[in-house]
């Protein structure tokens, strides 16, 4: 089936604990991209990859890492976590030329406390 | 920045009935829009996107309509079913050849039986 899952579904920790959640896709897509959802905000851009080793901030980069070893995979690391990254976050993948046409996984809900 | 806004947060019909979902956009560069659906404790899903080289564009039961005079994208749902009900959030690429996207904050599109 084809997929993007993510690692935990849920989580919580402690401020400055570092953290990695994973993504990966098995429909071998070139894009992909994490994103975060707060209530009133709607979705935003954390990191985007538009192919292995080649990664670019979004909108909200800030206090987030990301690396692209691997095409299906794309973790998000967050390094030393605050309680204003507690939100819902999404990873989603999509393939050259219909690159907005995107796969988004199930979501991670993370509570930093 | 730049932002995608939506004209109503929340849009209840009744079943059978067209719906009409509104969102307008300010970053004149933006050459692709999209809209995706989002079903309650799930993640986003892909409906249908246009260029900006395009004014109309059909799917099945869904129509997106683009006006660039007025900066203004809509999306129209054909006969709405209770399976419709979801937020429904638009964005934008602002232009280039990278693959950022911007999201409006979305409307709650309830359908009514």
């Known amino acids: 089936e084809a997929q993007v899952t993510q690692n935990p579904r849920y989580l919580i920790t402690v401020t400055g604990k570092k953290l990695t959640v994973t993504c990966s896709q098995n429909?071998?897509?070139?894009?992909m991209s994490w994103y975060r959802q707060d209530p009133g905000l709607g979705l935003r851009q954390i990191y985007y990859?538009?192919?292995?080793?080649?990664?670019d901030k979004g909108d909200v980069p800030e206090g987030y890492k990301v690396s692209r070893k691997e095409k299906r995979n794309f973790p998000l690391i967050l390094e030393s976590p605050s309680p204003n990254q507690t939100s819902l976050y999404f990873c989603?993948?999509?393939?050259?030329?219909?690159?907005?046409?995107?796969?988004f996984g199930p979501g991670t809900r993370l509570t930093v406390t | 920045g730049e932002s995608v806004g939506l004209h109503l947060p929340t849009l209840s019909v009744q079943e059978g009935d067209n719906s009409i979902i509104n969102c307008a956009y300010s970053?004149?560069?933006?050459?692709?829009f999209i809209w995706y659906k989002q079903e309650s404790g799930k993640g986003p899903q892909f409906i249908i996107d246009?260029?900006?080289?395009?004014d109309k564009r059909q799917g099945q039961r869904v129509t997106v309509l683009l006006n660039k005079t007025v900066k203004h994208l809509s999306l129209q749902i054909a006969a709405t079913q209770p399976g419709d009900s979801a937020v429904y959030f638009c964005?934008?690429?602002?232009?280039?050849?990278?693959?950022?996207?911007?999201f409006g904050k979305g409307t709650l599109l309830t359908v009514n039986p």
């Open positions: 989603a993948s999509s393939n050259r030329g219909t690159q907005y046409e995107q796969y």
């Open positions: 429909m071998n897509h070139e894009y």
């Open positions: 990859s538009m192919n292995v080793e080649v990664t």
């Open positions: 970053n004149s560069a933006s050459d692709y």
């Open positions: 246009i260029r900006s080289n395009m």
């Open positions: 964005a934008e690429n602002g232009g280039g050849s990278n693959y950022k996207l911007t």
